[in-house]
């Protein structure tokens, strides 16, 4: 049965917009955790838009289930996280000015970078993922990286325009989740889920864990955290 983690960095924009201090992404964790989450997720980005240091420093503290960092690869954020030691770093690209992550990794462009990174995670105890595109090179690549786990973009199926193009990429995710598990690399995915998408991908067989953030908030905004999560969990652990 596929996992859930719930990535409260929205929780933590809410907060930046005003400066203020909350609401407060600590907070959000600790309710995701209550209602059931199987994870809680947070991205700390080199702008520090969302998500601040000192809330990674207390996650590591609160969080009881297990604590996933997305990163850049980068020296400040590999130092960071040889320091806090999340449970799992999730390699990610960030560009400047970004909405949010724009697609998955350059993974054989930066191989010799990030088997350095990977290694250096590894070696410090944590498992490390990569999000990627669902495609065959990448997938390959990061099973020949040691890779723990890749993350698979979902934003293909998530923005798919039509019913037949939704289905078309479903099974394009269902074929790469094939392939990362017969290479033996664990398979997460994410990116661009919400309610009404996540029942027909969550019937794809090896997924470990999917990472939902926004859609989750969302809804928390108006029916309380409790409940998003609880019904997010419900749908994700549908097919028993
Ligand atoms: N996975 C990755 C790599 C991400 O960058 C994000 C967004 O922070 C998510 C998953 C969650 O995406 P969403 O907020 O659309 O659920």
């Keep these: 049965m596929p996992k859930l983690s719930i990535n409260v960095d929205h929780v933590a924009t809410l907060r930046q917009a005003r400066k203020a201090d909350e609401p407060d992404p600590?907070?959000?964790a600790i309710a995701s955790e209550m209602?059931?989450?199987?994870?809680?997720?947070?991205?700390?980005?080199?702008?520090?838009?969302?998500?601040?240091?000192?809330?990674?420093?207390?996650?590591?503290?609160v969080v009881k289930t297990a604590l996933n960092l997305e990163m850049?690869?980068?020296?400040?954020?590999?130092?960071?996280?040889?320091?806090?030691?999340?449970?799992m770093a999730t390699l990610v690209p960030e560009r400047d000015g970004e909405i949010t992550t724009e697609g998955g990794l350059d993974v054989s462009g930066n191989f010799?970078?990030?088997?350095?990174?990977?290694?250096?995670?590894?070696?410090?105890?944590?498992?490390?993922?990569?999000?990627?595109?669902?495609?065959?090179?990448?997938?390959k690549t990061a099973a020949k990286l040691r890779a723990d786990y890749v993350e698979i973009n979902t934003d293909s199926y998530a923005d798919?325009?039509?019913?037949?193009?939704?289905?078309?990429?479903?099974?394009?995710?269902?074929?790469?989740?094939?392939?990362?598990?017969?290479?033996?690399?664990?398979?997460?995915?994410?990116?661009?889920?919400?309610?009404?998408?996540i029942t027909n991908l969550s019937q794809?067989?090896?997924?470990?864990?999917?990472s939902i953030g926004h859609a989750i908030v969302a809804r928390a905004v108006l029916v309380g955290f409790e409940k998003a999560v609880k019904e997010m969990l419900e749908l994700v652990k549908k097919w028993k």
């Design 204 to 210: 794809i067989p090896h997924i470990h864990e999917f």
């Design 112 to 139: 010799e970078q990030l088997n350095q990174a990977i290694g250096k995670l590894q070696l410090n105890g944590m498992v490390v993922s990569l999000f990627v595109n669902p495609d065959e090179e990448s997938i």
């Design 72 to 87: 850049a690869s980068t020296e400040e954020m590999l130092e960071i996280a040889l320091k806090i030691k999340p449970d």
């Design 35 to 61: 209602a059931g989450a199987d994870g809680i997720t947070i991205h700390l980005r080199s702008d520090r838009r969302h998500i601040q240091d000192r809330d990674l420093k207390m996650l590591r503290g």
């Design 160 to 197: 798919a325009k039509s019913a037949a193009d939704q289905i078309i990429q479903l099974e394009r995710l269902e074929k790469m989740a094939g392939l990362a598990h017969r290479l033996n690399v664990g398979i997460n995915m994410g990116h661009g889920l919400n309610y009404r998408n």
């Design 26 to 28: 600590v907070a959000a």
